[in-house]
């Protein structure tokens, strides 16, 4: 069955940098768009950035562009995300998912992994 596995999440101070990585397993990885979403404390889950399976095409919110960076190696099913000068909105769950309809609405997004707490804090 469909797996994805999140990892790389931790505690750090403002400005620090840190990598998630979404591991994949039970599909095709290579034909579908994988994507990073976040959940923050008293808030609804929302897009971070989104890369297709074609072209590599990617897309970020507004509010990490610049700083976070997503990437993908099919040859490892795995997906990354970059996070660059982390600032305490930043704290959250990270989830990644699997074929996103959209990367700015949950809606219609099945798979999910178990999400990896980023907490940036000084």
């Known amino acids: 069955q469909v797996q994805l596995v999140e990892s790389g999440g931790g505690l750090v101070q403002p400005g620090d940098s840190l990598r998630l990585s979404c591991a994949a397993s039970?599909?095709?990885?290579?034909?579908?768009?994988i994507g990073w979403f976040r959940q923050a404390p008293g808030k609804e889950r929302e897009g971070v950035s989104c890369?297709?399976?074609?072209?590599?095409?990617?897309y970020y919110a507004d509010s990490v562009k610049g700083r976070f960076t997503i990437s993908r190696d099919n040859s490892k099913n795995t997906v990354y995300l970059q996070m660059n000068n982390l600032k305490p909105e930043d704290t959250a769950v990270y989830y990644c998912?699997?074929?996103?309809?959209?990367?700015?609405?949950?809606?219609?997004?099945?798979?999910w992994g178990q999400g990896t707490q980023v907490t940036v804090s000084s």
């Open positions: 890369i297709n399976n074609s072209d590599g095409e990617t």
């Open positions: 998912a699997a074929d996103p309809p959209s990367c700015t609405s949950v809606a219609g997004i099945y798979y």
């Open positions: 039970g599909f095709s990885f290579d034909y579908y768009k």
